[in-house]
């Protein structure tokens, strides 16, 4: 009989610990799932972060070649050079950053157009001055569309 009443205490002890068991695989899940949103919330953060960083920064540095584009049209070459060395320290800058998440290839497409824009104006090459600038601002809109989500990025 001791051992029937044994055998009997130690099956509602199992029957007991079934629900608690499963109580506990329950909570370990929902921590997973709460893990797993806190991660997916942090990468859309910085996501968005890189994104605005991204568009600021070309977007200024679009806006200085455009001034000093004016200024070479305008004939004020001594202020498109100052406008050119403004713009060379904005993406010496912004390249520290910028080099994290973009394809090394650009950047260094935009570095040597920033060199020659400079030497073609020390130089007194306006016209090349001109080409070349508008082959940077293609270069900067090029990484800013590529930074940008959609479909075609996606996939």
């Known amino acids: 009989i001791q051992r029937k009443i044994i055998i009997s205490s130690e099956r509602m002890r199992c029957r007991r610990s079934i629900p608690a068991m499963a109580l506990r695989k329950e909570a ?25 960083f991204t568009i600021s920064s070309i977007d200024r540095l679009t806006e200085k ?15 498109a050079f100052r406008l050119s060395e403004e713009a060379l320290e904005v993406w010496n800058s912004d390249h520290k950053v910028l080099s994290f998440y973009t394809t090394h290839d650009q950047l260094e497409q935009i570095d040597l157009s920033f060199a020659v824009l400079l030497l073609h104006l020390q130089q007194g090459n306006y016209d090349d001055f001109l080409a070349e600038k508008y082959k940077a601002a293609a270069q900067l809109e090029n990484v800013k569309d590529n930074e940008m989500p959609s479909l075609h990025n996606l996939f």
């Open 28 to 52: 370990v899940n929902v921590k997973r799932i709460w893990v797993a949103v806190c991660a997916m919330v942090l990468m859309i953060t910085l996501c968005v972060i890189e994104l605005s």
């Open 65 to 79: 070649l455009d001034q000093a584009e004016q200024k070479v049209h305008d004939q004020d070459y001594s202020t």
